[in-house]
Structure formats: C-alpha cells, structure tokens
C-alpha cells in the first residue's frame, strides 16, 4: 500500500510562511493526482489544493487562492504545499491525500491519505 507522510507543519504569526511536504513510499507516486485538506476543530474536511500527475495542473480553494502554491517533485516522491500570508482561519490539521483518478476536491475520490501535520497561526 501507498503510505503518506506530511512534515513542515507548526506555530506561525499571522502574515508568516510554511512549506508542507508529503512524501509518498513506493513506485506508483507518478501516477497519483495529490490533493491537500484541511480540517479545524468542530468543522468539516476542507478541500485546499490539488495537483495533477504531470504537475502541469493546479486547483485552488478560493479561500487560499494567491496565497497557497502545490507543486510536485516525482523524482523525490514528494509533494509541497507552499503557504504565504497565513491567517488564522488557517489554523488546522493539514492532510495529503493520493488519488489515482482525476484531480477531485472531493475527499472520497482520494484512497490514500497521510497522518496529517499540524499548522497554527497565531500571535
């Protein structure tokens, strides 16, 4: 099976930058749209961003459009998630998720997902 894995995540001041990175084990990486979601306390998952296979392709939230950059290195297995001018309505658990069909926002088209990594802005 496909294992996930996010890293970058933690405390940061409104206005302030993270970069999440999602490494992927195995040999079928290449082949995989990546999604990000995002989920706070008492809410529902949240789509973020999306990525297709080649790269050449991106989906935003409207809610992090201009602020968030996915992109993907497939000879690294890993995928990033670059956040800029953070807010706190930003703050929560921030999944990968590899999906093997088409670029979806939609959580249940994606069959594989990381633990998750934690991301806080606050002052």
């Known amino acids: 099976q496909v294992q996930l894995v996010e890293s970058g995540g933690g405390l940061v001041q409104p206005g302030g930058s993270l970069r999440l990175s999602c490494a992927a084990s195995?040999?079928?990486?290449?082949?995989?749209?990546m999604g990000w979601f995002r989920q706070a306390p008492g809410k529902e998952r949240e789509f973020v961003a999306a990525?297709?296979?080649?790269?050449?392709?991106?989906y935003y939230a409207d809610s992090v459009k201009g602020r968030f950059t996915t992109s993907r290195d497939n000879a690294k297995n890993t995928v990033y998630l670059q956040m800029n001018g953070l807010k706190p309505e930003d703050t929560a658990v921030y999944y990968c998720?590899?999906?093997?069909?088409?670029?979806?926002?939609?959580?249940?088209?994606?069959?594989?997902w990381g633990q998750g990594t934690q991301v806080t802005v606050s002052s």
């Open positions: 195995g040999r079928t990486f290449r082949s995989y749209t």
């Open positions: 998720a590899g999906s093997t069909g088409n670029t979806s926002q939609f959580g249940h088209d994606y069959g594989y």
């Open positions: 990525i297709s296979w080649s790269g050449s392709t991106t």
